[in-house]
């Protein structure tokens, strides 16, 4: 089955960096569009990133300037690198992919389990 497993989440205080990784395994065909997603207790999950194949990338204005996403396609791996970080930017961050499995027919969305990011004043 297709995975998608994130890593890099941490405590740090405001002003420093961080480095998400996800990497996409299984039996896969092609990966397409990626993006970070990112939520709070008590909000909506929000885009913060999102990069396509050919490696088009845009952001929300709240990370716009900060945050720097990337993808290594014959990994199949992308990254998140997070700088200048605010206390606001506490959340789970979530992995997300479009994916097509080996024995699939078409592309279908995929989400990691999540990892927690914790930025201290």
């Known amino acids: 089955q297709v995975q998608l497993v994130e890593s890099g989440g941490g405590l740090v205080q405001a002003g420093g960096s961080l480095r998400l990784s996800c990497v996409v395994s299984g039996v896969i065909s092609s990966v397409n569009d990626m993006a970070w997603y990112r939520q709070a207790p008590g909000n909506q999950r929000e885009l913060v990133a999102a990069?396509?194949?050919?490696?088009?990338?845009h952001y929300p204005d709240s990370v716009k300037g900060r945050f720097t996403i990337s993808r290594d396609n014959a990994k199949n791996t992308q990254y998140l690198q997070m700088n200048s970080l605010k206390p606001k930017d506490t959340a789970v961050y979530y992995c997300n992919a479009d994916v097509k499995p080996y024995t699939g027919f078409e592309f279908q969305p995929y989400w990691g389990q999540g990892t927690q990011v914790t930025v201290s004043s």
């Open positions: 990069i396509t194949r050919g490696g088009f990338a």
